[in-house]
């Protein structure tokens, strides 16, 4: 059973950084393309950001271009946003995902076969 778990979320400031890690288990990580989702209560789950298995192939929502990066370490089954320069707007509950096509990158939720539970970002203004 593949098990995702994300953990960095908290409460930053506005232009303030954090860092979410996703940590993988149960099953073979590196030959899954993975994905970040943010949600606000009551909203659709949106993307965020998509890498490929080898992490050289990228995907960014217009929204987050240029202020979020997604990296991976397929040693250590994990990926990584790392989240600068965050404003109001940029609060929601974040969510890791991984898919079994990982030569690809996807940004819509239904591609994704595993979930995990979600991490909470706040940014106060």
């Known amino acids: 059973q593949v098990q995702l778990e994300e953990s960095g979320g908290g409460l930053v400031q506005t232009g303030g950084s954090l860092r979410l890690s996703c940590k993988v288990s149960g099953g073979t990580f590196s030959s899954y393309g993975m994905g970040w989702f943010r949600q606000v209560p009551g909203q659709e789950r949106d993307f965020v950001a998509a890498v490929n298995w080898r992490g050289d192939g990228q995907y960014y929502d217009g929204s987050v271009q240029g202020r979020f990066t997604m990296s991976r370490d397929n040693a250590k089954n994990m990926a990584f946003l790392q989240m600068n320069d965050l404003r109001p707007e940029d609060t929601a509950v974040y969510f890791c995902?991984?898919?079994?096509?990982?030569?690809?990158?996807?940004?819509?939720?239904?591609?994704?076969?595993?979930w995990g539970q979600g991490t909470p970002v706040t940014v106060s203004s």
């Open positions: 995902a991984a898919h079994r096509d990982g030569g690809s990158v996807h940004s819509h939720p239904g591609r994704y076969d595993y």
